[in-house]
């Protein structure tokens, strides 16, 4: 997809994040928003994955470790074809498969998440078996910045470096808010850059609502022959609804009859200028 055709997509999965939450009553909005951009330009422009091939054992691999924000990656599989839209209808309700946190059980999804600092050993396993079974595909995991201390990822890094898995590339929706406060305070893990490289990771950053900057980024793994890839992506939690940017209370806040006419209108007008 082009930048142009990358910003509408956005804005319609940002509309349909909104309008599922607020059906459901329930959700992860503020997360939701901020890593929207980057599920677009993966599953848009770089995943060899499709519902046609998802059973094919050389397909690609996107393992989301932030499973809590399961509402972006939810509208994306539907518009790719995964499932039909009108199934999100159904999203926490009862008897669903669609409920808040990924289930395999729900076509497309790659692995359970949700216990927060999973994904990415998840992924390290996934990305080692490639390795060994001499298969080409590529493993991606996105994790958010709150899930860091989270000591499974700090083994994980450390495995997928002794095994040099270049075919691994976690990203980090660097939001910087958690649900009990900003991350700096609740248990710091910058420098991020710093630390993961002394991991043996070979690491990168990136303005994680710049199509371009995404698209770039992307097309350069891997950064380093052998080494895996982390990319930070600077977010705003909220994004792209004024009054839920840099909000702590969005994190799984729910709007209300008022607020989704307003956060629909914002849309739609941000929708004019592109």
């Not at 498969?97 to 289930?103: A, E, L, Q, S």
């Not at 490639?130 to 709150?146: E, I, N, Q, S, W």
């Amino acid at each position: 997809m082009t930048e142009r055709e990358l910003a509408q997509k956005s804005i319609a999965y940002r509309k349909n994040i909104l309008k599922y939450i607020v059906g459901a009553n329930a959700g992860h909005t503020g997360g939701s928003l901020s890593c929207i951009d980057i599920l677009n330009v993966l599953y848009n422009n770089f995943l060899n994955v499709s519902p046609e091939t998802f059973a094919s054992p050389d397909r690609d691999r996107y393992i989301q470790s932030k499973g809590h924000c399961v509402e972006a990656l939810f509208v994306v599989l539907a518009d790719k074809g995964f499932f039909a839209e009108s199934d999100l209808e159904t999203l926490c309700k009862y008897k669903s498969h669609y409920i808040g946190h990924p289930t395999r059980k729900v076509h497309g999804v790659e692995q359970n998440t949700g216990a927060l600092g999973h994904g990415l050993p998840v992924a390290v396993g996934t990305a080692l078996a490639a390795k060994m079974d001499k298969k080409a595909y590529r493993v991606f995991t996105l994790l958010g910045d709150g899930e860091l201390p989270e000591g499974s990822n700090w083994e994980a890094a450390l495995t997928a470096s002794h095994y040099k898995l270049d075919n691994l590339c976690a990203i980090v929706d660097k939001n910087t808010l958690q649900i009990t406060g900003p991350t700096a305070d609740v248990c710091n893990t910058d420098p991020l850059d710093k630390k993961f490289e002394t991991f043996g990771w070979s690491v990168t950053e990136v303005d994680g609502h710049d199509f371009k900057a995404l698209n770039e980024t992307l097309a350069k793994i891997p950064f380093e022959t052998g080494k895996p890839n982390l990319i930070i992506a600077h977010t705003v939690k909220g994004k792209g609804i004024s009054f839920m940017e840099n909000q702590i209370k969005w994190h799984h806040g729910v709007p209300n009859k008022d607020q989704y006419i307003d956060a629909v209108d914002e849309l739609n007008n941000a929708l004019a200028l592109v």
